[in-house]
């Protein structure tokens, strides 16, 4: 049974953070990220799931992911290009040293009959103290196929959710590996292509931010293009950049528009997304991503499950 979803409600339901971003405690929001970040894997936060279905699952054929692009949340191993010292550099310098970056690293393209897995530790604190469940992490563990379908396993205290998700290619932009393939890599081409094709958020400027962290996510976009994202973020007058422990941060100010901020925290070295933060009045949210490599098969548990979900969502359209 196939449901027909709303490109852009899709396309938020893939993004980790979807809360309105705004000003307070900006700078203490990065930090908690970046600490967080810096933890060992060992001690992160652990994912209270439930024994799946499969009495005897089948294992898991996996590919190492080339190391451009698989930079995983600190903490993981990052084979190939090394970390930056600890330094903090201007906005110009931070952004043309990670474009750089990017422009060196690897391609990860997903073959056919593979999927990309990749896990998202995240935490929210929301003005409301009435919801039972503020400031309780998830995580959002997802298998993406060469097509750009994603299934998607949610786990939340002891609640869990899986959902599959169409390719993202029925709005102005296509999401999809070989859509974002496509895009251009000239930085004033692709700047002028998502300023005529991005939707939502208070300011075209801003939309085009939130468009490069939907990208970047991903983790399957080409270097060139990775790279080219990276320029277009970089070159917003309400965009500054830092570079400090190995990591770059891109952050999004515009207090005409939104009071607070969001920002997008790359590796140094292989210019892969790790890590996202916004504030917002009272409010604030910290992610960390993780690409764990490409895999051979969804497990039969969420496959199932997310068909399961389907229905019943279909169900209650009506």
Do not use: C
Not at 61 to 79: D, E, N
């Amino acid at each position: 049974m196939s449901i027909t979803h709303d490109p852009i409600d899709t396309l938020a339901a893939h993004r980790p953070l979807t809360a309105d971003w705004s000003p307070d405690d900006r700078e203490a929001t990065v930090e908690r990220l970046l600490a967080a970040a810096a933890a060992p894997t060992a001690s992160r936060m652990p994912v209270a799931r439930p024994s799946r279905r499969d009495a005897a699952p089948r294992p898991v054929r996996r590919r190492f992911v080339l190391a451009g692009v698989a930079a995983a949340a600190a903490g993981t191993l990052v084979i190939g290009l090394p970390l930056a010292s600890d330094w903090t550099a201007p906005k110009a310098s931070a952004v043309e040293q990670l474009v750089a970056s990017a422009q060196r690293s690897h391609a990860l393209v997903i073959p056919q009959g593979w999927y990309l897995h990749m896990v998202v530790h995240a935490r929210q604190h929301m003005p409301s103290a009435d919801d039972p469940m503020d400031g309780v992490p998830w995580v959002e563990e997802s298998w993406t196929g060469a097509d750009g379908r994603v299934w998607r396993h949610d786990t939340q205290g002891t609640h869990m959710d899986n959902y599959a998700f169409p390719a993202l290619t029925g709005g102005p932009i296509d999401y999809t590996p070989k859509g974002v393939a496509k895009l251009p890599t000239s930085p004033s081409d692709l700047m002028a292509y998502l300023r005529a094709r991005v939707q939502g958020s208070n300011s075209t400027d801003e939309a085009i931010f939130v468009a490069v962290g939907d990208m970047t996510r991903m983790g399957y976009v080409p270097p060139a293009v990775r790279a080219a994202l990276i320029s277009v973020a970089g070159a917003l007058p309400e965009v500054t950049a830092t570079r400090s422990g190995g990591r770059t941060t891109l952050a999004f100010v515009d207090e005409s528009t939104r009071p607070g901020s969001q920002s997008l925290v790359f590796d140094s070295g292989s210019a892969a997304l790790v890590g996202e933060a916004g504030t917002s009045p009272g409010a604030d949210n910290v992610a960390t991503i993780e690409i764990l490599g490409l895999v051979d098969h969804v497990p039969a548990d969420v496959l199932t499950e997310a068909a399961a979900q389907a229905k019943r969502d279909a169900a209650i359209k009506g």
